[in-house]
């Protein structure tokens, strides 16, 4: 099949403003005196698949490499479908044995949170969707709109119910895929926060793992982290800034991180669980801001396919604060949201939303 337009977006979703920006390139390294005692270690790098920017504070050693190690290493020994040492690819090898298999505790706990997101969203985010993205295919090189035939096929072996997860101990059913891409990212900046807690030298960081973001401790002159949430529409460019202090996760879903153009229409990588096709939501991208980097990736997809309305009750539980995008670019943001987050780009209008 022949494709007129075929973009892929895999540089982060989002992207910090103040400190990082200056230094986006591949292995790119740069140190700063800050203070006396304090310096100023920045990369920008790749891991798990996708753009890693680090600056971190320390009166220590730099450690950003050992980050980058870290994000690896939870991709390739917990997370990736695709590593077939992984946990997930063992667990899936077992779809359909009876006992299923024995995960470590931290994989168990990262199901764990995952299929309590996926009940409280009713399914709106859903990890046994991975043979219907793979189907897809959206980031490969060869992606394909499959028939409807195809995805209600694929869709009898979906449901997040068909995993069972008893202490350490998870079964599917048979025919059934896990795909924790929708929150992996954000568990790889859980992952670095816990590394970070580690080093007391450590005073402050801003880890962005793709569209997933760690603000930790604070700067040296305590001014607050300053991130921008990338323009839908115009990807170069800033949507809006987040103006925050002490530690917080963001994470972004939006329609233009993955994604090709057929016959006019848009066909981006976030899967409406009831339909195997993307979601039509209306929205075009949401952030969201929690304390917690599983939830905060977890909660962006969920609340992208659920659409903005539908998602207030599932971020209040979580006590988390969103901004959505429409097609019409219209921004709507939670009250929460409202305190942190200012417009910059034009073309986009502040609407109130009837809750
Ligand atoms: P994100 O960019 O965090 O919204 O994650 C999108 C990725 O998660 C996709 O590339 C798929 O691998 C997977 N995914 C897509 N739709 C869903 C969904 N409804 N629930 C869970 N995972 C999904
Ligand atoms: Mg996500």
């Not at 892929?8 to 390294?29: E, L």
């Not at 079964?171 to 990212?185: F, I, N, Q």
């Not at 793992?209 to 990807?235: F, M």
């Amino acid at each position: 099949m022949k494709y007129k337009q075929m973009m892929y977006i895999v540089v982060a979703a989002v992207v910090m403003q103040i400190g990082i920006i200056g230094c986006r390139q591949k292995d790119d390294r740069v140190v700063t005196a800050s203070t006396a005692e304090t310096k100023k270690y920045e990369r920008t790098d790749v891991a798990m698949g996708t753009v890693v920017s680090e600056t971190i504070y320390s009166t220590g050693e730099d450690i950003t490499a050992d980050m980058i190690t870290l994000l690896s290493e939870v991709e390739n020994q917990y997370m990736s479908w695709r590593s077939e040492s992984s946990e997930i690819a063992v667990i899936n090898d077992l779809a359909g044995a009876k006992d299923g298999c024995k995960v470590s505790a931290e994989t168990a706990g990262y199901l764990s949170q995952i299929l309590e997101v996926s009940a409280k969203s009713d399914g709106a985010f859903d990890p046994t969707i991975g043979y219907i993205t793979r189907l897809w295919d959206i980031d490969g090189e060869d992606p394909y709109i499959p028939r409807n035939d195809e995805l209600q096929t694929l869709l009898k072996q979906c449901g997040y119910q068909k995993v069972e997860l008893l202490g350490s101990q998870v079964t599917l059913e048979s025919g059934v895929s896990l795909d924790l891409g929708a929150a992996g990212k954000g568990i790889g900046c859980d992952e670095v926060r816990t590394r970070l807690a580690e080093d007391t030298k450590v005073s402050g960081a801003v880890i962005s793992v793709g569209g997933s973001i760690l603000v930790y401790g604070e700067k040296p002159d305590q001014t607050p982290w300053n991130v921008a949430v990338t323009d839908p529409r115009a990807e170069d460019g800033f949507l809006g800034i987040l103006t925050l202090t002490g530690e917080h996760y963001i994470s972004t879903s939006g329609d233009y991180e993955k994604y090709f153009i057929e016959d006019e229409k848009r066909y981006h990588h976030i899967i409406d669980p009831q339909t195997g096709a993307p979601a039509r939501s209306g929205l075009i991208s949401v952030t969201v801001l929690s304390q917690n980097g599983l939830l905060s990736d977890a909660l962006s997809t969920a609340c992208f396919v659920l659409g903005a309305k539908e998602s207030i009750s599932l971020l209040a539980e979580y006590k988390a604060e969103a901004v959505f995008v429409d097609e019409d670019r219209n921004v709507y943001m939670t009250n929460g949201m409202k305190e942190v987050f200012s417009l910059t780009a034009k073309g986009y209008q502040i609407q109130e939303m009837d809750w």
